[in-house]
T-cell receptor
Framework: DGGITQSPKYLFRKEGQNVTLSCEQN?????MYWYRQDPGQGLRLIYY???????QKGDIAEGYSVSREKKESFPLTVTSAQKNPTAFYLC????????????FGSGTRLTVV | DAKTTQPNSMESNEEEPVHLPCNHS???????IHWYRQLPSQGPEYVIH???SNVNNRMASLAIAEDRKSSTLILHRATLRDAAVYYC???????????FGKGTMLLVSP
């Protein structure tokens, strides 16, 4: 079945450590996105990539970094510069940038202690 | 991006129709109307989208007002599995990402 895989589902890290969240898709989609969700809130866009080897900052990119070296993969690194990293992180993809119908992964819940 | 306004929560009984409203009075002529839903502890799921005409698919129907300043997502027979947060989102087709508000939490009672 085609879809998006995010791993792990739960992740715990100590404050001050960088951590990388995995996102892999086998939908052959060009565009990929990272969102952050805090309790009781909507999703906020961190970074997006329209195509391989290209990415742009979203609304809350500070303290995060991404890479897009392969079409299938769009990992997100939460750096120690991110002041409030504890959140639910969601990865999504779409056939092309701006196309209708995003497919989302099941998310990674990151807790920093 | 044009903004949308949705009620914070709505309640329904199982097997009854549900009408989820969305106001978007500042919508532009090229804005599409999208609906997504998010079950607890899961990623959002695409439900339906439209531009001007009403739309139907296997999950739901989308009714768009003639002046396009409001729309309604219709679930024809609610089930317990439809309990979720429903997001109404506008996009300028081809040029924007999805911006999520707080949505409407739908509660379904047996």
């Amino acid at each position: 079945d085609g879809g998006i895989t995010q791993s792990p589902k739960y992740l715990f890290r100590k404050e001050g450590q960088n951590v990388t969240l995995s996102c892999e898709q086998n939908l052959n989609h060009d565009a990929m996105y990272w969102y952050r969700q805090d309790p009781g809130q909507g999703l906020r866009l961190i970074y997006y990539s329209q195509i391989v080897n290209d990415f742009q900052k979203g609304d809350i990119a500070e303290g995060y970094s991404v890479s897009r070296e392969k079409k299938e993969s769009f990992p997100l690194t939460v750096t120690s510069a991110q002041k409030n990293p504890t959140a639910f992180y969601l990865c999504a993809s779409s056939p092309t940038f701006g196309s209708h119908g995003y497919t989302f992964g099941s998310g990674t819940r990151l807790t920093v202690v | 991006d044009a903004k949308t306004t949705q009620p914070n929560s709505m309640e329904s009984n199982e097997e009854e129709p549900v009408h989820l409203p969305c106001n978007h009075s500042t919508i532009s002529g090229t804005d599409y109307i999208h609906w997504y839903r998010q079950l607890p502890s899961q990623g959002p799921e695409y439900v339906i989208h439209g531009l001007t005409s009403n739309v139907n698919n296997r999950m739901a129907s989308l009714a768009i007002a003639e002046d396009r300043k409001s729309s309604t997502l219709i679930l024809h027979r609610a089930t317990l599995r439809d309990a979720a947060v429903y997001y109404c989102i506008l996009t300028d087709s081809g040029y924007s990402t999805l911006t999520f508000g707080k949505g409407t939490m739908l509660l379904v009672s047996p």
